[in-house]
């Protein structure tokens, strides 16, 4: 359940990748742990509103040693990202990051991914665990000169090439990387009580949101981003050896437990993003819905004035023709059942209008989500219905009766409100 509740592609039977720390979450922490993406994750230790809360008020430590990262290195770098994203990755000054899509040439989602820049010919990509394999092989094919990378013109090819590396790669050596993430309000100090000097503590203050640096944090060199996944202003991602990562884990916890810094897991990332309006993979970007960008409300990352990347013409086209969006909604009614993807909104009068895309308890223990709805009802405060829980319980096949009839029972819908897109 959890694998498809949070967005994984785990199939039955498929054997289930490691992250280094598998066994400090199933047996020094007990973790609940669960399919997804191919890879087995702790989904909660201690329970997922204690870990959200921890997020809010402390910090919740994940293990994200599932997601993909890529280097793209070379002269021309940057001018690759601009054609294979929608970033304009080739203005990004060093030390600094940037949110972006990859899309295919007809501006269908590949996928959502942070470029990092670390010097001027090296970037890092952190990708979604699912389309690691999917992102790998198309970048290589783009940079190889083995797609055609604009529908109808059989001659448009990638006019420079990079070299790209896998850095989850045991080839990789030294240059291996997985990322960890300390997020809240008290992941900065955390940091910085394992800096060994005043002018890294110094350097961490004054870190921006998508800044990205190198640091030696508990006696290990590494990548430190003021980036994440959770609607916190203050959170960082690590990206650190799997050799390493066990030891700065346990430096991390223990430099914040007085702090109230506990491990967190999917529950948790899935929650405190869907609480801050943040689209995952599969839900409110591709999927079966095929969402862009500008259906999830992003449509801002897509760098329009670029003369040309990958997909430009085909977001532009479907742009043009879009009536409905993501919106964020919270449900007022109280003891109504967890609503769920797939699940039906219907407006006022009870007009069918869109479908829940992702659904979670808040801070305050209200269910808040996302859906895709026709936009005449995506402003703020519009009133919404959603027959909560009904799609998980007829098996995504929810129909409002055409008769009632005695003795029956019948579901009704919770009432909602949509909320600002963004916490």
């Known amino acids: 359940m959890w694998g498809a509740l949070l967005g994984g592609l785990w199939r039955e039977g498929d054997p289930l990748r490691q992250t280094p720390l598998h066994d400090v979450h199933s047996n020094d922490l007990g973790a609940r742990m669960v399919p997804f993406a191919g890879w ?38 940057g001018e690759f990202l601009d054609l294979v994203t929608t970033a304009n990755a080739s203005r990004l000054p060093n030390g600094r990051a940037a949110y972006t899509y990859l899309l295919d040439p007809t501006g269908h989602p590949l996928d959502d991914l942070i470029i990092y820049r670390l010097e001027r010919e090296r970037y890092l990509a952190v990708v979604n665990a699912a389309n690691t394999e999917k992102n790998w092989v198309w970048l290589n094919g783009v940079n190889e000169r083995q797609y ?42 955390v940091l910085a009580r394992l800096a060994p000097d005043e002018e890294s503590r110094r350097r961490l203050r004054r870190m921006r949101a998508f800044d990205v ?10 990548e430190v981003a ?44 899935d929650s405190t993003r869907t609480e801050a309006g943040l689209p995952l993979y599969g839900h409110e970007l591709g999927g079966e819905l095929d969402l862009t960008p500008g259906d999830a409300g992003f449509g801002g ?19 043009q023709r879009r009536t409905s969006q993501i919106v964020r909604f919270a449900i007022t009614d109280e003891r109504v059942p967890i609503a769920r ?10 007009g069918w209008v869109g479908i829940v895309t992702s659904a979670a308890l808040d801070t305050n223990q209200r269910q808040v989500g996302m859906a895709h709805v026709m936009q005449r009802v995506s402003e703020e405060g519009t009133p919404l219905r959603v027959f909560a829980g009904v799609s998980a319980r007829r098996g995504g096949r929810a129909t409002v009766p055409r008769e009632l009839k005695r003795g029956g029972r019948y579901p009704l819908p919770a009432n909602a409100v949509v909320v600002p897109r963004f916490r």
């Open 341 to 350: 993807e797939g699940d039906p909104v219907v407006d006022a009068r009870g």
């Open 148 to 189: 055609e990378i604009e529908p109808g013109d059989p001659w448009a090819e990638a006019p420079i090439q990079v070299k790209l590396r896998d850095l989850k790669a045991e080839a990789e050596g030294d240059q291996r990387r997985l990322d960890l993430a300390l997020q809240g309000p008290r992941s900065r100090d």
């Open 226 to 269: 003021h980036t994440g996944y959770t609607g916190e202003r203050v959170g960082f991602e690590l990206l650190v050896h799997p050799d390493a990562a066990n030891h700065l884990w346990h430096a991390m916890l223990d430099a914040g437990f007085d702090d109230g810094v506990r491990p967190a897991g999917l529950g948790s990332r």
């Open 213 to 222: 640096g190198s640091f030696t944090l508990a006696g290990i060199d590494l």
């Open 40 to 77: 087995s994750m702790p989904v909660y230790y201690g329970g997922i509103a204690e870990e959200h809360a921890a997020v809010r008020t402390a910090a919740g430590l994940f293990d994200v040693g599932h997601m993909g990262v890529f280097a793209v290195e070379g002269e021309h770098a």
């Open 301 to 319: 990352f897509v760098k329009l004035y670029k003369p040309f990347f990958i997909g430009r013409s085909g977001f532009m086209a479907r742009e």
